[in-house]
């Protein structure tokens, strides 16, 4: 297991440990996916094949008996692709194939896969399944001291397993009194793509805020949560104008529940 740990150093000179993703892990998340890809694929067949049975009634630049496969060989290849790259970058690194398995795809600088990043690192998954049946990615990831495929190499990124968050016998002051005020973090009904916008910065404020929120009198308390309402708010589509002290302050600690789950991790 010791082997398998990596301490990434982020730009914030904060040292973070991952466990890395070997080639196990990564082959049950890619045949998961591969299999619900199939069943597109089937799909998309099984459509063409009826498209072919009413012919006659297509409109007369599709009535060409090439159109249609050729129309139906580009969105397979547009969905096979972009299956993977589309998931990685707007679901934080994790197709439904490593969310199952509980392995992400991260920068190595420890911030999550950036466009451009997802984009390289699915591009060259083609030249990684030649000659055939993924061999070179499979040679690539067994026997690179991170596990790295070529994308991997090429894009910057590497393959971890979720970490888990801390688990506490006591619960905080701050906990308490979240749960007095009868909140929780699906009461902002954020998504994945929102929460990735979210960075430890943003973060170490939002964790500030909390564990001082108990702590310093009404009044500063109350200019506190405006100036962070301020700064996070816009991030989550909500205007500051019009909110009283209370929903600030309900939003910014729902706030706070989400991303503790994303950011505060035992290592």
Known sequence: MTQDQIDIKTPEYVAIQFRMAGLGSRAAAYMIDRVL???????IIVVLFFVYDGMDSLPFFLRDSSAPIAIAVIGLFIINWGYFFFFEFFSGGKTLGKRMVGIRVIQDNGHSITLLSSFIRNL????????????????LIFFHPKHKRLGDLVAGTIVVHERKAKKKNKSLPIEKEINLRGL?????????????????????????????FLQIPQEDRNELTKQIADLLLPKLGLEVIGKSE????????GLYLILKDEWEFEL
Do not use: C, M, Q
């Open 37 to 43: 890809l199939l069943l597109v694929n089937i799909i």
């Open 124 to 139: 060259v998954r083609l030249i990684d399944s030649l000659p055939t049946a993924y061999f070179l990615g499979i040679i």
């Open 246 to 253: 209370t929903e600030l302050e309900n939003i910014l600690l």
């Open 184 to 212: 929780n973090k699906n009461d902002l009904h954020l998504d994945e793509w929102t929460v990735s916008t979210f960075k430890e910065k943003d973060w170490k404020l939002v964790s500030t805020y909390a564990n001082r």
